[in-house]
């Protein structure tokens, strides 16, 4: 019997909770969301980490796939995964971050993200997973085992593309409401997904490039290092929209949420008279000063100017400043 068969023949047989819904489905969720993504390339090799991409795929998966009543709790199955064997051994496996553990379940996919390093399968299962043709057989039997009523819809969304990952992109992008009205924000997860999104969308719609300097830094390897900043804080409003965002290099963020640089009604940019710095250095705050911000290609994208207002009134650091002009 080859490796494939005998995996395939485990997934038939995963072992899933009773609820008062029936047997809960979150473990093939979660295996289906995971063949998914290494089908589109999104994981490369055996470190899956708790991600925009990973829970937010989940979380789509299950509105597709799932009718009962269950809560879509990604960090159930990602921990109890561990407790399945095949062959007799255990087949996923988590690493914890250097100083952490992680012995018990954590219902918080935030303190998950924290202590967790990665997630990691077996070297036979993970050999499957490299493989297109056993990737197929996996995902077709988890469909047809356990999501036989449902199969059809979530290929057919897979094809158009159009769930719930494209409807909270649309609610990120200020799109018109139609494209996201039917996803409500509701749990933890619901918050974390829409937040990576955040990250991810804002330094894409200013190309990636420092609004207030101009500086565009990415890596060959697709690592971005432009941060995607709140102007409203989200802690205050929850507002995980493109027009509560500007895009700032790590230091200019950290100016920036200290209220030692803002943005005025015009978009340019202001610095605080108590920000302390060689005024002669060639990269003096003081250069940057009343010079208009980068903004998007397209107006829908731009910061909000009850937003800027409110930074202004709430955050920055007024004064007579020897920089005004």
């Keep these: 019997m080859s490796l494939l068969t005998q995996f395939l023949n485990k997934l038939a047989r995963l072992n899933r909770g009773n609820t008062a819904y029936g047997k809960a489905p979150h473990k093939p969720v979660l295996l289906v969301t995971m063949v998914e993504l290494f089908e589109k390339g999104i994981i490369t090799n055996n470190q899956l980490f708790v991600d925009t991409d990973l829970v937010g795929t989940f979380q789509e998966n299950w509105r597709l796939l799932v009718t009962t009543l269950n809560t879509p709790d990604f960090t159930l199955p990602f921990y109890h ?31 998950l993200a924290n202590v967790l390093n990665f997630g990691y399968f077996s070297p036979e299962v993970y050999l499957l997973l490299q493989d297109a043709v056993s990737r197929t057989a996996i995902k077709a039997l988890l469909l047809d085992t356990y999501f036989p009523g449902t199969k ?11 769930g719930y990952l494209h409807a909270l992109e649309g609610y990120v992008l200020n799109e018109p409401e139609p494209v996201y009205r039917k996803i409500k924000i509701e749990t933890e997860e619901d918050e974390f997904v829409r937040g990576g999104l955040f990250k991810k969308l804002i330094p894409k719609v200013y190309n990636n490039t420092c609004c207030i300097t101009g500086m565009r830094l990415a890596s060959s390897f697709g690592h971005n290092f432009i941060d995607a900043c709140h102007i409203v804080p ?86 007579l400043s020897k920089y005004a002009i």
């Design 81 to 111: 995964l561990q407790n399945e064997k095949f062959n007799g051994q255990p087949f996923w496996f988590l690493q914890a971050k250097p100083g952490c553990q992680i012995n018990a379940y954590i219902g918080s996919v935030n303190t």
């Design 152 to 162: 059809a819809n979530y290929l057919q969304s897979k094809q158009t593309g159009y």
């Design 234 to 319: 989200f802690s205050i409003t929850h507002d995980d929209k493109v027009s509560n965002g500007i895009a700032l290099c790590p230091n200019l963020h950290r100016a920036f949420d200290r209220g030692l640089i803002s943005i005025d009604a015009n978009y340019r940019v202001m610095v605080s008279a108590h920000i302390i710095e060689d005024a002669e250095h060639p990269y003096s705050l003081k250069h940057l000063h009343g010079t208009p911000i980068k903004l998007p290609n397209h107006e829908v994208y731009y910061p909000d100017l009850g937003n800027v207002e409110w930074h202004n009134r709430n955050v920055f650091k007024k004064g």
